[in-house]
């Protein structure tokens, strides 16, 4: 009668029950390998150390990290170049963050320039200090009516100035005027202003006169000549020629109040 060896299959036991396949799977899949051990008919002690040797082959290859996990840590552990640390970008502001654009200075609007105080000063140097002020530049008149203005007035002295000092100037359209007097003569009290002013006392009657007849200068009833007279002065007797100082004719003719007055021939 033939002896079996440990190590052969049954005559008739099933592929899981081969040893091989049970050698096989206790490597390569432990937990199943060990349960088909234990089921074997090995002997106890062939049993216990192929069921400890795949317990311990588990343990081993559950303990040992992969090696994608071993490397995947490796890199982590591994502490980055100082030289290459990457900067953290800078936090965008947010909207009350952000500055508001800084608007453009208002400009200052000029103020026009104000009339100066030129009363007493040469004509010709209150002339040059309004030409730097104005564009058209000055007017100037004669600040007597009897006195007439010259071409050559630079040396006449300033007595009335419009407008008034402390005035603001519109520099393309003022004209400011001025009213002078000659060297030499003083500024009248105000404007309009004789500096030879004629006597305006009407003459009283003549007793040597009739009536009728002409003035006590001779004439007839129409009156005669009796020089410079003042228009608007009484005058005596109705019909009598004068001339102003200007060389106007005038006549003495009665006035809505009933007496006679030196009225334009």
């Avoid at 290459?84 to 947010?94: F, I």
């Avoid at 009363?119 to 209150?126: E, H, I, Q, S, T």
Wanted: with cysteine; hydrophobic share 30%.
């Amino acid at each position: 009668m033939s002896v079996l060896s440990p190590h052969s299959p049954p005559r008739h036991a099933r592929w899981w029950q081969r040893p091989g396949v049970v050698i096989a799977l206790l490597v390569v899949l432990p937990p199943v390998g060990i349960v088909l051990a234990w089921l074997s008919d090995w002997p106890r002690r062939k049993k216990t150390i192929a069921i400890v040797l795949s317990a311990l082959w588990l343990a081993l290859f559950v303990a040992t990290p992969s090696k994608a996990e071993h490397e995947g840590k490796g890199k982590a552990a591994a502490p980055k170049p100082a030289g290459r640390a990457s900067a953290s970008p800078a936090p965008s502001p947010t909207p009350s963050e952000t500055p508001s654009p800084t608007p453009p200075p208002t400009p200052t609007p000029t103020a026009d320039p104000q009339m100066p105080d030129v009363v007493n000063m040469p004509y010709g140097k209150a002339s040059d200090a309004l030409k730097k002020l104005v564009d058209g530049g000055t007017e100037a008149y004669s600040a007597y009516t009897d006195v007439e203005l010259v071409n050559d007035h630079d040396d006449w002295t300033v007595c009335f100035q419009s407008p008034s000092a402390g005035t603001p100037l519109a520099p393309a359209h003022a004209a400011p005027k001025i009213h002078v007097a000659p060297p030499g003569t003083p500024c009248p009290k105000s404007k309009n202003t004789e500096l030879h002013p004629k006597p305006t006392t009407e003459p009283g009657p003549d007793p040597d006169r009739k009536p009728g007849t002409g003035g006590a200068s001779g004439g007839s009833a129409g009156g005669g000549g009796v020089g410079v007279v003042h228009p608007g002065a009484f005058c005596s007797p109705q019909g009598a020629t004068g001339v102003t100082t200007k060389g106007t004719p005038m006549t003495c003719a009665p006035s809505t109040g009933g007496r006679n007055r030196w009225r334009s021939a």
